[in-house]
């Protein structure tokens, strides 16, 4: 993963908290999305589903950009001494 220098603990926070919110306002509007249009999905929907997907990927970046600047990580990969 790309090392992105921000170092604020107060920044690494907010891009957290953004990113969470992007991720999730993103799922939630590709959930809308989907039940929609979900009998008459063109190629045009189809590829508007995709760049909303993609920015909930995005969003799911930025958090774990924050979690590693943050020195948080998951249990299974915490190196014990």
Do not use: E
């Not at 921000?6 to 999305?33: D, K, T």
């Not at 249009?37 to 995005?58: E, G, K, R």
């Amino acid at each position: 993963m790309k090392q992105v220098p921000v170092r604020s603990r107060s920044g690494n926070r907010a891009l957290a908290i953004l990113g969470a919110l992007y991720a999730l306002s993103s799922i939630a509007v590709l959930i809308w999305f989907v039940a929609d249009v979900w009998t008459a999905a063109a190629a045009i929907d189809l590829l508007l589903q995709l760049a909303v997907a993609a920015s909930a990927v995005c969003g799911a970046w930025f958090c774990a950009i924050a979690f590693r600047n943050l020195g948080l990580r998951p249990r299974q990969h915490a190196v014990h001494k």
